[in-house]
């Protein structure tokens, strides 16, 4: 099964299973996930995508 590696609006990162719409790009990058480090419903993104967005 493939991690995705993904980012939290809070900072935290960690890996999903599940990355739901990963090839929707209409819908953007971010997507609504829970948190394992604040177990809340965030917005993340992944990694790799934010890292070529900023660097």
Request: with cysteine.
């Amino acid at each position: 099964m493939e991690r995705t590696v993904v980012r939290c609006a809070d900072g935290h990162v960690f890996t999903t299973a599940s990355f739901p719409m990963q090839k929707a790009e209409r819908l953007g990058p971010g997507r609504l996930l829970r948190c394992p480090r604040c177990a809340r419903l965030r917005s993340v993104v992944p990694v790799s995508l934010e890292k070529r967005l900023t660097g």
